[in-house]
């Protein structure tokens, strides 16, 4: 939907650094490289990145229900 | 003398402890703590977890919300973006006051925003000049052409027990690993070296040493002492411990030392009343 302010299992502020990551996965960096380099180091914050599908603009042209 | 003989006066002496910084990584510092319990270190971080007052946002209200995401939706993620808190002006309302009634109980904040364009924490003005969201560049909600957004609402101090909005970063502490090498010219010192996750052992001219740099990278997995315990003995010391705080940004490392520090000592005095 839309990138989680924080971590779900931790609580570390993440929301920042999804477009420094989008960014760098442009740039054609691995996500593990993305994530190394913005200090996302735990696996559950790492799995709030690699889980996230950027849905928010589609749904935002449809009325809420 | 007898054991606890020995033991007692070596309570008599108190407790030596020792503090250093070993490194800092992003967000991530990490203390040596030498001459401490691990009953002792595990208090400071349940206190430092719960019992640290911070700011966030608790309350919000809506004039208008035209945006993809629901009002309540919206509210959840401000109340979870992390807000530079002046500890010395504000305090942990009582549980039967209203934060709104007193100033130092909380801080108001307004936003509004028309789109298109994403709205960030950098968006949102506070009452008080000094307080603001750490990371500015926290994405709220994407707006598009034609949506609207405003709201007012306060952020209010609070423990972190109640909810992990107000705690103050992430704390784990761990063993301070003692690896030794019992014969360093062991005919497999290749494959002993590379039993390690971590690469702390090496070959260095025929000879089987630890890296002493990375020695604070050992999670005493025990990989290599279980495959070679003729080679390799691992254990940990006692009394010493690396300490790290994940500090999301609210408060300094040492506010939260202190203040977790003084939340214990407040309890313990307490309690002595009561006995």
């Avoid at chain 2, 936003?111 to 364009?117: F, T, V």
């Avoid at chain 2, 002993?192 to 052992?201: D, E, H, I, T």
Wanted: proline share 6%; with cysteine.
């Amino acid at each position: 939907m839309i990138i989680p302010i924080r971590c779900f299992s931790c609580g570390k502020p993440l929301a920042h650094l999804w477009q420094d990551y989008l960014s760098h996965i442009k740039a054609g960096k691995t996500p593990k490289k993305a994530m190394d380099e913005l200090g996302v180091e735990r696996y559950c914050c790492r799995s709030v990145f690699l889980g996230n599908a950027d849905l928010a603009d589609i749904i935002g042209r449809f009325r809420k229900g | 003398m007898t054991d606890a003989g020995k033991e007692e006066e070596k309570e008599a002496e108190g407790f030596k402890m020792k503090a250093e910084l070993v490194s800092k990584k992003f967000t991530t510092s990490t203390y040596l703590l030498k001459g401490v319990t691990p009953a002792f270190i595990n208090s400071i971080r349940r206190a430092a977890l719960s019992l640290v007052p911070t700011l966030a946002i608790e309350e919000v209200e809506f004039v208008k919300n035209s945006s993809p995401l629901y009002d309540e939706f919206i509210a959840h993620r401000l109340g979870l973006v992390s807000l530079k808190t002046d500890i010395d002006s504000y305090e942990v309302p009582p549980e039967d006051v209203d934060p709104r009634e007193f100033a130092k109980y909380h801080v108001a904040f307004k936003l509004s925003a028309k789109g298109p364009g994403m709205v960030k924490a950098s968006g949102l003005t506070f009452s008080d000049p000094k307080i603001k969201p750490i990371y500015p560049e926290t994405p709220i909600v994407n707006l598009l052409e034609g949506q609207e957004l405003e709201f007012t609402g306060i952020a209010v101090m609070g423990l972190g027990k109640e909810h992990s909005k107000w705690s103050p970063g992430h704390i784990f502490y761990k063993n301070v690993p003692e690896l030794k090498v019992k014969n360093p010219k062991a005919e497999n010192a290749s494959s002993v070296a590379n039993s390690c996750p971590r690469g702390l052992l090496k070959v260095e001219s025929g000879k089987l040493i630890v890296d002493e740099k990375k020695l604070f990278e050992c999670t005493l997995c025990g990989a290599c002492a279980e495959a070679f315990p003729d080679v390799i003995e691992l254990s940990f010391k006692e009394d010493e411990f690396l300490f790290s705080i994940d500090n999301f940004g609210q408060l300094k490392d040492a506010e939260i030392f202190k203040k977790a520090m003084e939340a214990l000592d407040s309890k313990f005095k307490e309690l002595s009343k009561a006995v």
